[in-house]
């Protein structure tokens, strides 16, 4: 399994990429202001490995999932979150979002739940979601 850090730009959350034989996931892709720069450095990071076909975020908030759409829509990826998170994502809710904060809409993207302990399988390597509220209600780690 391959691990790769993009430090966000700007006011973007920093992304990661996660490759195994088989699924590249990408977790947190930041801004919908940098969604083609985005693209772009993580195509750059692929190495000839599977096309992302998975985009995981950690919590709702436009700083980590402002870009899951555009995405999601170049790769013909699905988009993971926690449940909690299911309605504001697909609504593009600008407040519990934080969208609102950053003066930017979000971009609606329909999500596919997670939950505690589900494992996602990449092929000589795994992600398992723990679910850890506080930030939000549907923050995760991974």
């Not at 990071?45 to 985009?55: A, H, M, R, T």
């Not at 809409?105 to 506080?134: A, R, Y």
Request: glycine share 10%; with cysteine; charged share 20%.
């Amino acid at each position: 399994m391959r691990v790769v850090r993009l430090p966000g730009i700007h006011h973007d959350a920093s992304c990661t990429i996660v490759s195994g034989d088989n699924d590249t996931v990408v977790i947190d892709p930041g801004t919908s202001w940098y969604q083609a720069n985005v693209v772009e450095r993580i195509e750059s990071k692929l190495d000839g490995g599977p096309e992302v076909s998975k985009i995981f975020l950690t919590h709702r908030h436009y700083d980590t999932a402002g870009a899951a759409r555009h995405l999601a829509d170049h790769w013909g990826a699905s988009v993971h979150t926690h449940g909690a998170a299911s309605g504001a994502l697909a609504s593009g809710d600008m407040f519990t979002t934080w969208a609102s904060r950053f003066n930017s809409d979000m971009p609606p993207v329909d999500v596919i739940p997670f939950d505690e302990g589900d494992v996602f399988d990449l092929g000589n390597g795994s992600i398992e979601i723990i679910h850890t509220p506080g930030h939000t209600s549907d923050s995760c780690c991974f």
